[in-house]
């Protein structure tokens, strides 16, 4: 073995250590997971209904990181039980198990709550018999666990642990629609597919998009992702549909970084220290371009509808500036409970008055004669002039400046998310080059980022 | 006879009077052009040489502007003479019949001079029996005059005056190479090819190019010219080949503008009053633009020389201009004898210190390795980091301003006239926004027909 291998080998085992939970940490969960188990099991008998309880989710396949504190629990029911008795049964075991819990809405409702220092979601779903009969997507989350189980053994939960943490380092693991991230459960089908950490790291430093994994060789669709591993319970479906190219690029750029130079700091968290407001003045005064900041009250929604909303705005104000003449450069979205910020960073702060408009080739007759009619008396017009044998005429531009358009109701011409729309309807801010600073501390960390980007 | 047909004859018949020589002026051309022939024929019988005497030109052939006082005469040579005797024999003769002349180069060297009023212009040629046999371009002249001579009566001569009058008030007459509009022998051609101004008039206010003529039916060639007249003494030839696209433009344009209202003013030179220093200010304070004027000494070449290099310097200028995010909305190119000037208006005054550079797919592993490594040391660069699966970096840009770069030594890697590049070389002032008022009075009408162009 190679000095290199070595030292690989030492940072993964040092992470393994530092990720895996030890005897006292499992017994405590496996302790309080029985004790939520047995609540669960006594609400469904008191009902009377016929239900069992499966434990899934990384705790119950043993790849949590030591820390994580997630219990979930499923209550499975007869698949010919109507979607209203399936949710007021969930609900009632639920709140059953978790008295201090509350309610919340995925594709059935159920119930999330603390419970002796874990968080736990209990969620009721149907037993169907393959994960092509499911009614809803959590009915397949029973399947994942199961196939899971069966062939993930104490070593490859290790090589698991490692691979989740690296991912976390990166920004790049998590699932939800603000990361766009790779699953817990993508992650634990990569490390099968590979047979390791290690081995996942040298295919995916070489890979070029698109690459596709399909373990069960029962693939039956094509996907546009950077990344596809067809789910082994389902062939109809891409488990890393949600996973970004540029978090599929991350994975890629920091195997190759991990492969030249193994060492630990690769596994912890790359976030710049937060910038204050004169750190966010400074940044925009190096940089000299035109960021432009529309803030407003973050829409009441879950982040999983909140952010493809901010995500649909952003990239209608971006292309709108950038027809506008407005040269975005780089652009990011950022949320907390309060607020939620747009940022366009513009290449360019202001435009002339005019803004040239190139009509038809005077040849083509009608069509110049339309056009030459319809500017001619107009005195808010220079020309129509010739040029190379085409009219040409300069117009007045509505807008000499970002700020000036997203001040201006015409920011509503935008394609925005609906929940967006209504927020900045009941007002926003327009925060624009060193004024940008009022946005911290708020959004410290999320400028930090976006003024010193990493890989 | 329709109300409209006969207020366009009526104007047509206005601009016929004015600009048809009177018998008076008429006489004393002839006397004049005799005179000059009698003297050429002295000289050429001193010499001892077979040649003989031919007046070419709108003179020749009845189709002068009255007031224009050029006559051209060429002497033909015998076709076996060396190009060296050619020379020297025309020479010889141009000076002897215009003692005050001075000698200038086209093909070959020729005298220009004034005799009793008038231009005249005495040039050698090569007496040949056809134009497919021609040894330089003049010999072709001779052939031009005698298909004209056959073709042109006086009423067809009539036609061509007003059409001439007609094009030169819109600017497009002169196939010299810094109008690029149409040549006499063009205008003459298009007449006998319609049968008169009006015709030529409805015909080319329906054009839509490219349209090509060939009146003898002889053509051999295809061209990429918007307007193409076969030339009936050169298959091989298109006589409109100097005309640019934006002067047939103007021909069509004002075609259908005299169709629509005849009136005299369409035969009056369009030209805006000069614009003074305050004129200028006041243009680039209006419309907000970046103007940016390179000014130099005019290179001592011939205007047929000087035109073509700033045409290709401005293109060069532009076109880097552009390639720098400056965004150029409309350029020109001036002359006097003492200065000239490129000038190309830019629709941003500024830009950021950075600039966005697009690296490679990070799943490109070679390349994207390469990319990074070139760029992640640099402190002069922001990132390497990812988007949408590449990588990014901002680098510092070079010229933050139109006029920065003009003021460079990066000027001279723009593809210049040579003659233009030498006369940078010894010096040249850059001018831009409101400074721009220094090129008033010198540049006056060149800038008001700029800044208030017409079609």
Redesign the interface.
């Known amino acids: 073995m190679s000095d290199e291998q070595d030292a690989f080998d030492a940072v993964v085992r040092a992470v393994h250590d530092r990720v895996t939970p030890d005897a006292e940490e499992r017994a405590r969960l496996e302790s309080v997971a029985a004790e939520l188990t047995a609540r669960a099991e006594a609400a469904v008998e008191d009902i009377g209904v016929d239900a069992d309880i499966v434990r899934v989710g990384s705790t119950a396949r043993g790849t949590w990181l030591a820390g994580d504190r997630d219990i979930d629990l499923f209550v499975r029911f007869p698949d010919d039980l109507s979607r209203e008795r399936l949710e007021a049964y969930g609900l009632q075991v639920g709140s059953h198990v978790l008295p201090e819990g509350h309610e919340e809405y995925a594709e059935h409702p159920y119930v999330k709550g603390e419970y002796d220092g874990f968080d736990v979601d209990c969620v009721p779903c149907y037993d169907v018999d393959s994960a092509a009969e499911i009614q809803s997507a959590v009915d397949r989350t029973p399947f994942h666990n199961a196939y899971l189980a069966e062939r993930l053994d104490d070593a490859l939960a290790g090589e698991v642990r490692v691979a989740k943490a690296f991912l976390k380092a990166v920004g790049a693991y998590g699932s939800n629609l603000r990361t766009k991230g790779f699953s817990g459960y993508l992650v634990e089908l990569l490390i099968l597919e590979f047979g390791g950490f290690r081995e996942l790291v040298e295919s995916a430093?070489?890979?070029?998009?698109p690459v596709r994994f399909d373990p069960e060789d029962h693939g039956t669709r094509e996907y546009g992702d950077?990344l596809v591993v067809v789910d082994p319970t389902d062939p109809e479906r891409n488990v890393a549909a949600a996973c970004?190219?540029?978090n599929?690029?991350?994975l890629?750029?920091y195997s190759?970084a991990l492969l030249a130079g193994p060492r630990e700091s690769l596994f912890e968290p790359h976030d710049p220290a937060p910038l204050d407001a004169a750190g966010v003045r400074e940044a925009v005064r190096?940089?000299?371009?035109?960021p432009v900041a529309v803030r407003f009250e973050t829409p009441d929604v879950v982040e999983d509808q909140l952010y493809p909303q901010l995500d649909k705005s952003l990239a209608g104000l971006r292309d709108e500036l950038a027809r506008r003449?407005f040269?975005p450069?780089?652009s990011a979205r950022f949320a907390t409970d309060e607020h939620a910020v747009l940022l366009v960073e513009c290449?360019?702060?202001?435009?002339?008055?005019?803004q040239?408009h190139d009509g038809p080739?005077?040849?083509?007759?009608a069509h110049a004669?339309g056009f030459?009619g319809k500017y001619d008396d107009d005195p808010d017009v220079?020309?129509?002039?010739?040029?190379?044998?085409?009219?040409v005429v300069?117009r007045e531009r509505e807008f000499?400046t970002p700020v000036a358009f997203c001040e201006s109701d015409a920011l509503f011409g935008v394609a925005l998310g609906p929940h967006v729309e209504s927020s900045l309807e009941r007002g926003y801010d327009v925060l624009a080059g060193e004024t940008l600073g009022a946005l911290a501390p708020e959004f410290g960390d999320e400028l930090a980022r976006y003024f010193a980007?990493?890989?």
């Open positions: 430093a070489d890979w070029n998009p950077d970004s190219a540029t599929v690029a991350r890629q750029h190759r190096e940089r000299a371009t035109e003449g040269d450069l780089r290449g360019v702060a202001e435009r002339p008055h005019v040239r080739p005077v040849g083509v007759r004669e030459y220079y020309g129509p002039y010739i040029e190379d044998g085409r009219y300069e000499r980007p990493v890989p």
